[in-house]
């Protein structure tokens, strides 16, 4: 019969990993793991979480993100996470893990912290230095209806610039100016769909960097009614 060589309990009192009883093998291993810093990139200004990508915060995101940082020697490990503290600067979190190792079940619980990392996400980095990359000029009649719709389309569209940075009143009509060129020439291809119109392109150079030219469209977009 097995006898633990460190406590001298017995396989008959209790569960063996090894020649260790499975308390004394869980105190010397480390059977669980998270990285010994762990940090989360938080956006102050829209209040995103960097998971890999800019995400909504949630506790799904959390966890699933944390379950990606862990590291188990145990075999068909699942791990369940709770958060019991968070504020601005950091959040406690608290697992328990259980899985198996050498056939024997185990169950580790454990905690750590998360550090926020406070930052600006790319968009929220352009959009507060008032950065755009297109102008889509609004005209002919129902400017403002068309100027609300086409700012809705352009927040629809998926990507981190899809965001309308300004938006300025003129004799002629309404212009947006929207964060990324390609959400914008994205957004006039539709409203040439749905409308019938031509979307009218022009181009002005804004930089010359390394002999590359860096071009600012505006998009025209001539409403009929
Ligand atoms: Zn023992
Ligand atoms: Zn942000």
């Given amino acids: ?8 309990r017995t396989e008959k009192e209790v569960p063996f990993i090894g020649f260790f ?21 938080y956006c102050v ?3 995103r979480i960097y998971t890999g990508r800019w995400t909504e915060f949630s506790l ?4 699933h993100w944390l379950e990606g940082k862990v590291k188990t020697s145990a075999d068909n490990a699942r791990i369940t996470f709770s958060f019991p503290e968070m504020d601005e600067e950091k959040i406690i979190y608290r697992f328990i893990l259980r899985g198996e190792i050498e056939g024997t079940e185990v169950e580790v619980p454990g905690d750590g912290e998360i550090i926020l990392k406070k930052t600006l996400c790319p968009r929220c ?3 507060s230095g008032g950065y755009y990359e297109a102008v ?7 400017v403002y209806d068309h100027a609300e719709e086409v700012a809705r389309m352009v927040e629809r569209e998926k990507g981190e610039y899809n ?13 947006l100016y929207v964060g990324s060129r390609k959400i914008a020439e994205k957004v006039a291809k539709k409203i040439e769909r749905r ?7 022009s181009y002005t150079l804004v930089t010359e960097k390394n002999g590359k030219r860096l071009y600012r469209v505006t998009i025209a977009l001539h409403f009929k009614d």
């Fill in 1 to 8: 019969m097995k006898v633990c060589p460190k406590c001298g």
């Fill in 21 to 41: 009883c499975r308390d004394c093998y869980l105190e010397d291993h480390d059977v669980v793991r998270f990285p010994e810093r762990l940090e989360l990139p």
């Fill in 45 to 47: 200004s829209c209040e």
């Fill in 60 to 63: 799904d995101a959390l966890r």
């Fill in 125 to 127: 980095a352009r959009e």
């Fill in 136 to 142: 889509i000029q609004i005209r002919g009649s129902n």
């Fill in 163 to 175: 965001f309308v940075a300004k938006v300025v009143e003129r004799k002629e009509g309404v212009d």
């Fill in 195 to 201: 409308y019938g119109i031509k979307p009218v392109r």
